[in-house]
């Protein structure tokens, strides 16, 4: 996909890992509505520490039950599909961070389907 070489906008959002939307994984609608709105694509990390809004340290630990692990998700895409995305992101996260920096695809490859 040649489209989405050159120079275009990263959204990066920061949430966490039990952070839901009507029940379901809040990563995991996002991821979806990434899908439903034809972006290029999204990479889901999680992340093994961070400190929050909350100033609260989030870390993993052998001895909790629960770990609500900061999330990333990042975005690419054209300037004018991530802010048309942005604007639906804000009846979803009610808690989070999104950031917004220019990047430039210097190459984007993939397989293509049999």
Same mark, same amino acid.
């Given at each position: ?5 050159? %120079? ?25 509505? &990434? ?10 990390? %999680? ?33 004018? %599909?991530?802010? !048309?995305?942005?604007?639906? /992101?804000?009846? &979803?996260? !009610?808690?989070?961070?999104? &950031? /917004? !920096?220019?990047?430039? &695809? ?9």
């Amino acid at each position: 996909m040649k489209g989405l070489v050159g %120079k275009r906008k990263l959204l990066r959002i920061f949430i966490a890992l039990d952070d839901t939307y009507k029940g379901k994984p809040l990563w995991e609608h996002i991821l979806q509505l &990434v899908k439903e709105n034809g972006l290029a694509g999204a990479t889901v990390f %999680k992340a093994a520490a961070g400190i929050g809004s909350h100033s609260e340290l989030r870390t993993f630990s052998v001895w909790r039950l629960s770990q609500n692990l900061p999330v990333v998700i990042e975005v690419i895409d054209r300037e004018e %599909k991530i802010r !048309e995305f942005i604007s639906l /992101l804000d009846g &979803v996260i !009610e808690e989070g961070l999104l &950031v /917004l !920096e220019d990047v430039e &695809v210097i190459s984007y490859r993939h397989r293509r389907e049999r």
